[in-house]
């Protein structure tokens, strides 16, 4: 888990922010493409966008607590 987090800090900021908003907007598209190969229950497919977002979450905040301490 550090290894992970310390990968997601070593970005730059811009990168780490456009990683972040990419996978908040694609992986609904991504997921309903999916649901037509594998059967997914609801439950599953909340589960399975919530770890998403949450990762997408770590690359945004990273980048924000990159530009905080940058500006101040």
Do not use: C, Y
């Not at 811009?14 to 908040?24: H, M, N, Q, V, Y």
């Not at 399975?48 to 770590?58: M, S, V």
Request: overall charge positive; hydrophobic content about 60%; proline content about 3%.
């Amino acid at each position: 888990m550090k290894k992970m987090l310390a990968k997601i800090k070593a970005l730059p900021e811009k990168k780490a922010f456009l990683i972040g908003l990419s996978i908040i907007v694609m992986s609904p598209l991504l997921l309903f493409l999916f649901s037509f190969s594998f059967s997914l229950g609801n439950w599953m497919t909340m589960m399975i966008q919530g770890i998403i977002w949450g990762f997408a979450i770590l690359f945004i905040l990273s980048a924000a607590d990159k530009r905080h301490s940058r500006v101040k």
